[in-house]
């Protein structure tokens, strides 16, 4: 067969490289019928990611998912024996968090406008029965490189409630961003969706007061028994705030109890991002050294994003409530770990180790480097052609090397 499915050949022109992976390339592709542009993910067709990219694709058809608002579009999804060609939306801007480390700067009312965004798009997620479960920082981008349209990305990683019992289902998140339920293992079908409004609100705790929800310590496990306790500090103040109702829905979003905790749609309706009292938010900046605590604090989350970034085994069942003689710990997913019969739908797959020495790769994913396309690439608005290999893999090139050494 050819370099691609005739699908995707015919349907769309591939662009310059834009990011190399260990597991996936992205470049850039334009449709031949609507002449826009998008940008493809193109994964090998035996990595883990494929069963979550066919379970995302399976709820973006059946649920109608690219008509809400504010969501990064998918807008075709190909398959064949050897690689998978995930096209979504094109966005010019940063996600949040880069785009404030960038030196972008921002008023109440900037705030409020971006979190009416995001409760918008997760509102009508989770009226669908659809949980996010990955919300964060890096997973909301802006549209346009002026920074007013933020969309939700990340949908990877998306669960419906209806399906909970057909799998095993794997919490992974970076342990700032983790809700006391999750932690202290007492979610069920009732309040799962209430985890990704706590995650909405340790970013705008960050935001608003240029703090973290608790501070930075070590071992991390103190920040998990923080998490648990919900000790927060509200006595900082902030240079952005005219009145107290941004900190009255900081508060609502980050209830300990995830009953008394605000559901997205009740969010929608609290009067600083309901609109009808958005014209006294404060459109002024504040100083330069606010916007500085605010990097540091996002520099902190990101060490600890990099650090506590971890795979959950979290079986849910609506009559029983998962529950643990420890508070502070779930169980924590191994590399190479499978459960049983159960389907992983794990939104990252395990990561290779040194006591992992077995790759398991499989011979249709090795000719990432010497299959020569049959399909000519060429930049848009040159004539150049691109003799790059579409996948570069070190792995691969390690057990190709071996081969020929044999």
């Not at 404060?282 to 916007?291: G, V």
């Not at 650090?307 to 710990?329: A, C, G, I, V, W």
Request: aromatic share 14%; proline share 3%; charged share 25%.
């Amino acid at each position: 067969m050819g370099f691609f499915s005739a699908k995707f050949e015919n349907e769309y022109t591939l662009g310059k490289r834009i990011f190399n992976g260990a597991k996936f390339q992205v470049r850039e592709c334009r449709g031949i019928k609507d002449e826009r542009d998008y940008v493809v993910k193109i994964y090998a067709s035996d990595l883990e990611e494929v069963n979550t990219i066919r379970y995302e694709y399976h709820l973006f058809v059946k649920n109608k998912i690219n008509s809400i608002p504010n969501v990064l579009r998918l807008k075709d999804c190909f398959f064949d024996k050897y690689y998978v060609y995930y096209v979504i939306q094109r966005y010019d801007g940063n996600d949040l968090f880069r785009t404030v480390m960038n030196g972008h700067k921002y008023s109440e009312y900037d705030l409020s406008c971006y979190f009416r965004q995001l409760f918008r798009c997760l509102s009508a997620l989770h009226g669908m029965n659809i949980v996010h479960r990955r919300i964060s920082g890096k997973n909301l981008v802006f549209l346009e490189k002026e920074n007013k349209t933020l969309l939700l990305k990340g949908t990877r990683y998306i669960l419906s409630t209806h399906e909970f019992s057909k799998f095993n289902v794997v919490v992974e998140h970076s342990i700032q961003y983790l809700s006391p339920e999750i932690i202290s293992q007492e979610t069920n079908l009732h309040n799962i969706m209430k985890s990704d409004v706590w995650a909405c609100g340790v970013i705008l705790y960050t935001l608003l007061f240029g703090n973290n929800l608790f501070p930075i310590e070590f071992p991390y496990e103190k920040y998990a028994q923080n998490i648990v306790k919900c000790r927060i500090n509200w006595l900082h103040d902030s240079p952005l705030l005219k009145s107290k109702l941004a900190v009255d829905f900081c508060k609502s979003l980050l209830k300990q109890n995830p009953s008394e905790r605000f559901s997205a749609k009740e969010a929608l309706f609290h009067p600083w991002i309901s609109g009808d009292k958005m014209y006294l938010h404060n459109t002024e900046l504040a100083s330069d050294r606010f916007y500085s605590e605010v990097k540091n604090a996002i520099d902190e989350l990101d060490t600890l994003d990099e650090n506590t970034s971890r795979q959950y085994r979290h079986k849910f069942n609506d009559e029983k409530p998962l529950n643990s003689s420890s508070h502070l710990t779930l169980n924590k997913v191994s590399p190479g770990h499978t459960f049983g019969t159960g389907t992983s739908v794990s939104s990252r797959s395990s990561r290779l180790t040194t006591a992992d020495s077995t790759v398991r790769i499989r011979n249709k994913c090795l000719p990432f480097n010497f299959r020569i396309p049959s399909f000519k690439f060429f930049k848009f608005k040159s004539k150049q052609r691109d003799k790059k290999p579409l996948m570069e893999n070190p792995v691969v090139d390690k057990y190709i090397k071996d081969d020929e050494a044999e």
